[in-house]
């Protein structure tokens, strides 16, 4: 995040499905960022079938006051959604909001210690 | 797991996509899971796309000599696919394999170790 931006905002992006129950692991991990960044400004947005669309989410954190936001994958596999659709919506989401700068960030499947969590839970629900 | 299992065995299960590459970070998972636990017998498998199916890993985990598998959903979001369709392909592979035990744990996206990862995650990446 730019260290001169007023207003350090993240957008945490997950893919959605139509049961909105499906939502509910997401808001948790929201809700945990929040809790731990308070100058952080956070929304949770979805590629598809619930609300809010990662462009609506832009504009929420531009409407609040957002110079530069980061777009953070909450995917772990990284496949055509990843590849081709998200950079496109970001990159469209940066176009309807001259002087924001949006970035996308590497997704939770890229990352290490999310790696390791996920084999660590494997191992704990193998054994119990 | 039943300790009375003479070979412990689980299948990692995700979504699946039409893109290989998507698969990645569940075989990192699955590397890791068989390296901290050599006698627990480790199948990865999917829901969609991708090879094996849930059905194909439990028959390769019967003719290794597992008496009990577990399914651990590599899922973060619980919709439709966790909540009818997993419970119904776990009970079609059990049927399919009379005397071996076939049980559903609950999915990454409840385990609050693994919530708190993709959190500090998403901390990490708005911060960079």
Redesign the interface.
């Known amino acids: 995040?730019d260290d001169e931006s007023a207003a350090?905002a993240?957008i945490?992006f997950?893919?959605g499905?139509?049961?909105p129950?499906?939502?509910?692991?997401?808001l948790?991990?929201a809700e945990?960022?929040r809790a731990?960044?308070p100058d952080?400004a956070v929304e949770l947005a979805y590629l598809e079938h619930l609300e809010p669309c990662l462009d609506e989410a832009a504009r929420r954190l531009a409407s609040r006051g957002a110079k530069a936001i980061?777009v953070?994958p909450?995917f772990?596999?990284?496949?055509?959604?990843l590849?081709v659709e998200v950079p496109r919506l970001v990159a469209a989401a940066g176009a309807g909001l001259p002087g924001i700068a949006i970035e996308l960030?590497?997704p939770?499947?890229?990352?290490d210690?999310?790696?390791?969590?996920?084999?660590?839970?494997?191992?704990?629900?193998?054994?119990?």
Chains 1, 2 share one sequence.
């Not at 084999?119 to 119990?128: I, T």
């Open positions: 995040m350090p993240v945490l997950a893919h499905a139509r049961d129950r499906w939502a509910e692991p997401f948790r991990v945990r960022v731990a960044a952080l980061r953070v909450l772990l596999g990284r496949g055509g959604h590849r960030a590497l939770a499947g890229d990352d210690a999310v790696i390791e969590a996920l084999a660590e839970f494997c191992l704990r629900a193998a054994r119990r």
